[in-house]
């Protein structure tokens, strides 16, 4: 599987780059909140980003698997 999450560091926003056609992603926080979810299809752009600085999770779902990527919000 393919699966690209850019700029990390970033600013406020992201790339998530995959080969899937259908995927389901999660924003989540160090305490689990859920911060933004959403459905995308090969590749989508997170524009608002508007957290705090810090660590966050981003789970990507896809035909039964979870992938994690942390993201560092600067």
Do not use: A, R
Not at 20 to 47: A, D
Request: net charge negative; proline share 3%.
């Amino acid at each position: 599987q393919h699966i690209q999450v850019f700029p990390n560091p970033t600013s406020g926003y992201i790339t998530i780059e995959t080969d899937f056609s259908e995927f389901y992603f999660e924003v989540i926080s160090l305490e689990g909140q859920v911060l933004k979810s959403g459905k995308g299809s090969f590749t989508i752009n997170l524009n608002d980003l508007d957290y705090s600085s810090g660590i966050y999770y981003l789970n990507i779902s896809s035909n039964g698997k979870t992938f994690k990527h942390k993201i560092i919000k600067l």
